[in-house]
């Protein structure tokens, strides 16, 4: 209920968990009455199982003669307003109350209003729980489903008729149609509406529950039982509880989330965490990053890369990893709109054609801790004689000597812990027996050609490149292979030791040293990376991942469960993709303009509702008129317009003189259909994006 206009960010997540979890469970559901837009009008949502039985009289030829008996009930809504008055101009389909009626006891300032329920009306609490009085009604008798009561329900069956509503003395309540023993309606509806089962007890749960599996994206389940009948079998034995609990599809699956109180709750609980959303948002800002012109400085497109951004943090490059200057740009190529890592290799003039064919058999490689190699050209658009190699591009990435090697406030580089060291031994060890398996080498295992992309996230960066540069020097691929073991315990060791690799030209003082910090374990290992082996045989990649098992074992953990933890995130993303969906037919839909040489389009027919409905989701008001900027309601309405639901609203036109009452499966065709209508006109190409 919508008793206060506050739109707190934890405000909208209570009201939207609350609808999730609480709702079935707690016996004190707030109603869930709200204001329609302007005049503060309320627009309440109908429990099916007080409307159900509207079927038989209120059926879309709009017979105005009886009005069902609909009645409270604690796990649900209620409904104030007096008699529904058939609207005959409505849409064929809809429900359509007069206004005058409904409307003026529905509308908080009326003392009817007042003595049924409003605004101010506190939550429905059973009298059984703590004896409070109700609230609703002066006199109203308290709820007691039909095992339990010794009255009849003739009296409800007698008042159906005038009354929805009222502050008379009221016999015990009876549901209607169900039997709470067999869980089903006794007249056999499958109105996902019915509440068909004691929400209160785990036994009824089961027995509500479908044989098979529930479809909850089918418009038509019965449909589905003939094609699909091995996936969906025909829900027609399946009663609904109040709503089947992927009612509007939402993605449970979260973390941290189990133990919260709704009002623990945040906006954000529906999004990326900060943190998460903050480094991808950097990512993606580095990746669209441009350099501003300058009168002077202008980078060349080179080939279909265009846009041009050193990547460099050295002003200066050195020939130290390659023999010659290297340069390191971000490019976005004109074929496909990516981005890519250019490493132009200043002044070197090819001399043999099949020397960047060696790139090819790089090219074949993927694998999650070496940067993929694109491809590779040679090009004189730097005024030179130049080579450039394409990897694939890996935002905001560091080498490992930016980061191990950067010093902190007092002025030393931060330790590293041992188990970090050991993952990096895992992942480098897994990309070279992924190099060697192919009759490659590395070649370019050095602290400043590792590139750290997450966190303990490694990978070879400048794969291929040494074997154009050396091309002519051609040397034995398995010589090139111990030579990668060799770089591998230097790398390792320059980290533990924090020493710059051109000091390890003898690395025993170091191993000394790491084996006073660290493990014998660790010391033995790299001591082996670093021997040269009487039998190169027995000196292999397999051997080396072998070897390290145990800690092979500890990164896959950690990887799994970061995995875990990103699917999760995931899912709560598809809700938002859902969404974005669903609001852009919406959007095409609403208010437009003019459609088929028809300016009334939108205001007509299924489009009427469904303008009504925007309003219903968006424009809502309170008491005093004011916007009430609900988060939550409006993601809990479109995912259930998204799912399609046999929940049914009130929808009350601006001018207040027609009020419908429509289901979210009706409305969900109705998007469909008029969605559809609009995809007849459009052009093809665009239209299949949705
Ligand atoms: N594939 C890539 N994607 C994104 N950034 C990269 C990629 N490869 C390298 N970089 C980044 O480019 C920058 C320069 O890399 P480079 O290999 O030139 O390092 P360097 O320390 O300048 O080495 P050198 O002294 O040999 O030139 C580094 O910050 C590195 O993280």
Redesign the pocket.
Known sequence: MLESPEASASYWAQRFFGDLETSARNPTIPCRSSFSPHLGTRITVIPNSLIQNQESDMSPTHKSSSVPPRWPSPWKDILPGSSPIVNQESPAGLYNYNASSSVSHANPSSSGSKKSLNVESPSFTPTQLGGKKSNFSTNATPFTPRGASTSTNSTLQQDAGTTLFKSAPFPDFAPQNYDLNTATTTNGSTDGGSLGYDPFTMSSVNQALPSAQYNPYADDHNALAGAGAPYYAAQNSYTAPTQPLQYHLYYPITTGRENMQPYQRQVYDLFLPESLREDLQKRSEATRQVLPSQPGVQLPNLQHYHSLVP????LR??A??FGLP???F?ATSRKNGNTF?L?RIEGFRLTNEEAIKAVNSWKKITHPNI?TTIEAFTTRDFNDSSLVFV?????L???L??HHFATNRFGRPAPVSERVLWSYLVQLASALKAIHKAKLAARCIDI??V?LTEKNRVRL??CSILDVLNFEASRRIEELQQEDFYSLGRLILSIATNTPPRNLADPRPALEQLGRTYSPELKERISWLLSTPQNVATKTAEHLVYDLAQHMDETLVASFNTQDEVTAHLGRELENGRLVRLMAKLGTINERPEFDNDPNWAETSERYTLKLFRDYVFHQVDAQGNPVVDLGHIISCLNKLDAGIDERIYLTSRDHQSTFVVSYKELKKQVQSAFSDLLKGANKPQANRY
């Open positions: 990547l460099d943090t050295k490059s050195t130290s990893t290297s340069w390191v971000k890592c490493r940067v990897h694939s591009y890996h935002p990435s560091k080498t000597s930016e400043n050609k590139i960066g400048a």
